[in-house]
């Protein structure tokens, strides 16, 4: 069974200003890990992956994500964020064979202050 | 959300009734996937379908229920419902095979009254 845990429930930052959103998990087998953004009333959009190969995975709208193996963990980064960021972040797992479902964790709110 | 469509978008019902929502992939992607997403938290894993057959259940109830279509279109059926179900149901699509990763759909919003 895998689990996620997602530390901070909400993340105030000011804009242009560097944020980093904490993950960690939980698996007795290989997993893949994935970050989704959710924007309010919306769905779910992809932000980054990582399913294999180099542990510092780049994604969209400038974050990036580092896969740390002996950590479990699996934190979130953006160098300067912007007022359009704003919204929620979930952090999720899958296993690497059978049923490809997703665990998700609780999430993050990334409030960016202007 | 690599064109996934999902219908309704909001729906209201009373406690007791049932309900059908439906979920439409792009071309390609044969796994569906639901979930169940209550207001503040993460979604929840629901069932999983690949190729018509049941691939995954979730810690869900019988009330709940679900099939894929050969058009791999998917419904998912909630029965007797409860006021607890309230929540944003999401369908998410995939390839069904090693690497897979899921596109979601932008929801379907339930409201039981």
């Known amino acids: 069974a895998q689990s996620v845990t997602q530390l901070d429930s909400q993340v105030p930052v000011f804009e242009e200003a560097p944020v980093e959103l904490r993950c960690n998990y939980s698996?007795?087998?290989?997993?893949?890990l994935f970050w989704y953004v959710q924007y309010p009333n919306q769905g779910l959009q992809l932000l980054l992956k990582?399913?294999?190969?180099?542990?510092l995975v780049k994604g969209i709208n400038g974050f990036e994500a580092e896969f740390n193996k002996s950590q479990t963990s699996f934190h979130l980064r953006k160098p300067s964020v912007h007022i359009s960021d704003t919204a929620e972040y979930f952090c999720?797992?899958?296993?690497?064979?059978?049923?490809?479902?997703?665990?998700f964790g609780t999430g993050t709110r990334l409030k960016v202050l202007a | 959300d690599a064109g996934v469509t999902q219908s309704p978008t909001h729906l209201i019902k009373t406690r007791g009734q049932q309900v059908t929502l439906r979920c439409s992939p792009i071309?390609?992607?044969?796994?569906v996937s639901w979930y169940q997403q209550v207001l503040g938290q993460g979604p929840q894993f629901i069932f999983q379908?690949?190729?018509?057959?049941?691939?995954g259940r979730g810690n869900f109830p019988d009330r709940f229920s679900a099939r894929q279509f050969p058009n791999y279109s998917s419904e998912l059926n909630v029965n007797a419902l409860l006021l607890g179900d309230s929540a944003l149901y999401l369908c998410?699509?995939?390839?069904?095979?090693?690497?897979?990763?899921?596109?979601f759909g932008p929801g379907t919003r339930l409201l039981v009254l």
């Open positions: 999720a797992v899958s296993s690497t064979s059978g049923t490809y479902k997703y665990i």
């Open positions: 698996s007795s087998v290989s997993v893949y």
């Open positions: 990582y399913l294999s190969g180099s542990t």
């Open positions: 071309s390609g992607h044969k796994s």
């Open positions: 379908y690949y190729e018509k057959e049941e691939r």
């Open positions: 998410a699509v995939g390839s069904g095979t090693t690497y897979e990763t899921q596109y």
